[in-house]
């Protein structure tokens, strides 16, 4: 049982443009998400997170949409910038049920064309 | 910032053998570590989360003969893939959490086993 899911497993835009990677979730426990960037044989990076009393977070370049009655999320990055490349993971966690532990998607694999 | 020092980075071992990672909070006293398996292309599936001085709770599917964690210090936890097949062969992560610092991700290890 997926309960994050991230539909597109890649995404190819041009430098300078928008990229929007999205997520949805179907256990509507979740109420925190994070989403992480991950290169190949290294930990994941934390780039931003959402509680769920909140629609929108912003910081500097990553916005992180929140939709609860679609259990969807999103996470744009402008403009995008080669360095960008990494695969994106999105994560959930229940807090008020699971505690901390954090559930993860399937990841989307971001490249930026220069 | 909060750093997860995780060793080896990778190792090859033979069939049979038994692999010990480790895990440690340079910085700060982890609550609780979470250990992670990620195939290639997959998701980081949660393995087990273990809490200082008490025993792992594993994931369903998880063999806890299989994977031995110990938690015996609130810096350092370890991971030991016993009698290592094969199938076993993966990257391995773990992450800390503490309730002010959030989740810190240790940098993973390449399990390969022939």
């Known amino acids: 049982d997926q309960q994050v899911k991230q539909n597109s497993p890649s995404l190819s835009v041009q430098e300078g443009r928008i990229s929007i990677l999205n997520c949805d979730y179907t256990?509507?426990?979740?109420?925190?998400f994070l989403w992480y960037k991950k290169y190949p044989a290294e930990g994941p990076t934390f780039l931003i997170s959402?509680?769920?009393?909140?629609d929108k977070n912003e910081d500097g370049r990553f916005t992180v949409f929140l939709n609860k009655s679609a259990k969807h999320l999103s996470l744009h990055i402008v403009p995008s910038q080669p360095g960008d490349s990494a695969v994106y993971f999105c994560?959930?966690?229940?807090?008020?049920?699971?505690?901390?532990?954090?559930?993860f998607g399937e990841g989307t694999q971001l490249t930026v064309n220069p | 910032g909060a750093v997860v020092s995780q060793h080896p980075s990778w190792v090859i071992c033979k069939s049979g053998t038994s692999v010990k990672i480790e895990c440690r909070s340079l910085?700060?006293?982890?609550?609780?570590m979470f250990w992670y398996r990620q195939f290639p292309k997959q998701s980081l599936m949660l393995m087990a989360t273990?809490?200082?001085?008490?025993?792992?709770?594993?994931e369903q599917g998880v063999e806890k003969d299989k994977f031995l964690i110990n938690h015996a210090s609130l810096t350092l936890s370890t991971l030991t893939v016993t009698s290592a097949h094969p199938e076993d062969s993966s990257f391995y992560i773990c992450?800390?959490?503490?309730?002010?610092?959030?989740?810190?991700f240790g940098s993973g290890t390449r399990l390969t086993v022939v």
């Open positions: 273990s809490n200082e001085g008490s025993k792992a709770t594993y």
């Open positions: 992450s800390a959490w503490t309730a002010v610092i959030g989740y810190t």
């Open positions: 256990n509507s426990m979740f109420d925190y």
């Open positions: 994560a959930a966690s229940a807090r008020e049920t699971s505690g901390s532990r954090l559930t």
């Open positions: 959402i509680s769920s009393i909140k």
């Open positions: 910085d700060f006293q982890a609550t609780t």
